[in-house]
């Protein structure tokens, strides 16, 4: 019980020792695990960052209204296409004048998978001393929740309909953690909003690393509107993607993996999937094809670990 409070306590110091840069209310939906991410990221590094970002849901908060700003964080608005190497650019020249900046780039799943993957793959490539934060809700949710390639198989989105003829996504997500802890990148990590006191780590441990060289996080973070779930339940759903091993907690250290969170008994697939209605058309077959691949993907981080160690 002490150590829970010691373990709350900390937590909690985050966010209430350093000066909070956001307004009050701010523009994403209610229980949405983005606003979470988007509000912790500072509060472990610092108000200092330079953020880099493109459209997508983040967008609108980071981007400001009109003439209002939600923040006042420095932001960098970019295209899809140019996250990676805006932030390679903006890193160079404080590199250069002799200016120890941490430039973060903060984007979607779409940008960092799909539309945007091509300069961030060069910047992990070339080792560009950057953190590259991934918040994946699994498809392209601020424009009307279309599949990406990190959207899991069978699930059902405006691109991948379930209904008479189509079966929701037909194909699995793309590894993306894994990918890009393949480019030799100096940190690799994975981290979700139910486990704070891991992400807390991770991103001090990221400040530290991007000295070394390139940082990717991958932050699995539910969209209530796109997946259908109820806004009290985005921060069980993450606990349950980490108790499945849906989404199980890694580290890659120059190439070392390591699992921050052991999950000693794994709960079956269905916990995860039942509240999340984009699930609710899947049969047992279907159930089962998601478990084997669930199954697989857990066996070789295991196997990426044991050879670390
Ligand atoms: C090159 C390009 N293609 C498409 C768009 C349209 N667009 C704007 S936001 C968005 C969705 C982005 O998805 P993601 O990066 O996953 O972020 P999310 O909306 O899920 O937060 C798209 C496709 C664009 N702005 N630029
Ligand atoms: S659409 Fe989804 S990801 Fe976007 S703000 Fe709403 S809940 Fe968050």
Redo the contacts with the bound molecule.
């Keep these: 019980m002490a150590q829970q409070e010691k373990k709350k306590s900390r937590i909690f110091d985050y966010f209430s020792e350093k000066e909070d840069p956001y307004v009050g209310g701010v523009a994403w939906c209610a229980g949405c695990t983005?606003e979470l991410a988007a509000r912790f990221v500072p509060k472990v590094l610092g108000n200092d960052i330079v953020l880099v970002g493109c459209?997508?849901?983040?967008a609108p908060v980071f981007f400001g209204q009109n003439l209002g700003a939600w923040h006042r964080l420095s932001y960098y608005s970019c295209?899809?296409?140019g996250v990676a190497s805006s932030a390679t650019g903006i890193s160079r020249y404080f590199r250069r004048i002799g200016k120890d900046v941490t430039v973060v780039c903060f984007?979607?799943?779409?940008?960092a998978a799909d539309?945007g993957f091509q300069p961030l793959s060069g910047a992990a490539e070339r080792n560009e001393h950057i953190i590259y934060i991934c918040y994946d809700?699994e498809?392209?949710?601020?424009?009307g929740y279309q599949r990406?390639s990190t959207t899991p198989l069978g699930a059902s989105t405006s691109t991948t309909p379930a209904g008479i003829i189509g079966k929701g996504k037909p194909t699995p997500a793309k590894n993306m953690p894994l990918i890009m802890s393949l480019h030799g990148a100096a940190y690799v990590a994975t981290a979700t909003l139910s486990h704070l006191e891991d992400f807390a780590k991770k991103l001090l441990k990221a400040k530290e690393k991007k000295n070394e060289g390139f940082v990717y996080i991958h932050v699995f973070a539910p969209?209530n509107m796109g997946w259908r779930i109820e806004s009290n339940s985005s921060i069980q759903v993450c606990r349950t993607a980490v108790r499945t091993n849906y989404f199980p907690l890694w580290e890659a250290e120059n190439g070392k993996f390591r699992l921050t969170q052991e999950t000693a008994n794994p709960r079956p697939i269905q916990e995860f999937t039942k509240p999340i209605r984009k699930f609710a058309h899947l049969k047992e077959a279907d159930i089962d094809k998601l478990q084997q691949m669930v199954d697989e993907r857990y066996a070789f981080i295991k196997a990426l670990c044991a050879i670390g160690k």
């Design positions: 983005l459209p997508g849901c983040s295209l899809m296409t984007t979607g799943d779409g940008c539309v809700n498809g392209y949710m601020n424009t990406s969209c």
